[in-house]
T-cell receptor, first 121, second 110 residues
């Protein structure tokens, strides 16, 4: 199982960014996918999740309204659209997959190195 | 749901046991009998590694020196004998509702 996050970078407050996470080594569409983030030197924060079909999405209350999670199962990729970025959104963003088919976000497995989003003027 | 871990830092020597506590602001016990609590280890520059899910089930490939216990609001992660590769930051996370992490416990070399 491999997960590879990309799309991060340096942006200004108010900008938008779309992060991607490509998965391989498993049947992508069978698994719930999740994003978490980690500000530099701080702890982990859960961000968002999406069902295997993409029909159901979940967001952390702190960021709801500024996020959109989506997926393209034909390409084995999950996306996180970040809008209205703030300095406080500066963090490394990691994606993860459910531990087994039919499970949700309990026991999510992470594997990539994450992608760094830096919001600064 | 607010998750509170203790201690903040835990100095240990290799071969010694270690124990980390995690308390939830409300019960994580589901009507199906499962406690929705995960434990992760994060090493510098790496993504979190799943150790324990549903309170006490070891994830695939996790050594049996790691064990999770507890129910309701109080949970414990125990390492029977700490090895060098176990040093890092441990997080608990509730998965009963929209997930929330504890603040982390740094297990470091004494």
């Amino acid at each position: 199982v491999q997960l590879f996050e990309s799309g991060g970078g340096l942006v200004q407050p108010g900008d938008s960014l779309r992060l991607s996470c490509a998965g391989s080594g498993f049947t992508f569409g069978d698994y719930v996918m999740t994003w978490v983030r980690q500000p530099p030197g701080k702890g982990l924060e859960w961000v968002s999740a999406i069902s295997g079909t993409g029909g159901t999405t979940y967001y952390a209350d702190s960021m709801e309204g500024r996020l959109t999670i989506s997926r393209d199962n034909s390409k084995g990729t999950v996306f996180l659209q970040l809008n209205g970025l703030r300095v406080g959104d500066t963090a490394r963003y990691f994606c993860g997959k459910a531990r087994a088919i039919g499970t949700g976000w309990d026991g999510t497995v992470y594997g990539g190195r994450g992608t760094l989003v830096t919001v600064s003027s | 749901i607010v998750m509170t871990q203790s201690p903040l830092s835990l100095p240990v020597s290799p071969g010694e046991p270690a124990s980390i506590s995690c308390r939830a602001s409300q019960s994580l016990l589901h009507s199906n009998g499962d406690n929705y609590l995960d434990w992760y280890l994060q090493k510098p520059g790496q993504s979190p590694q799943l150790l324990i899910y549903l309170g006490s089930s070891r994830a695939s490939g996790v050594p049996d020196r790691f064990s999770g216990s507890g129910s309701g609001t109080d949970f414990t992660l125990k390492i029977s004998r700490v090895e060098v590769e176990d040093f890092g930051v441990y997080y608990c996370m509730q998965t009963l509702q929209i997930p929330t992490f504890g603040g982390g416990t740094r297990v470091e070399l004494k």
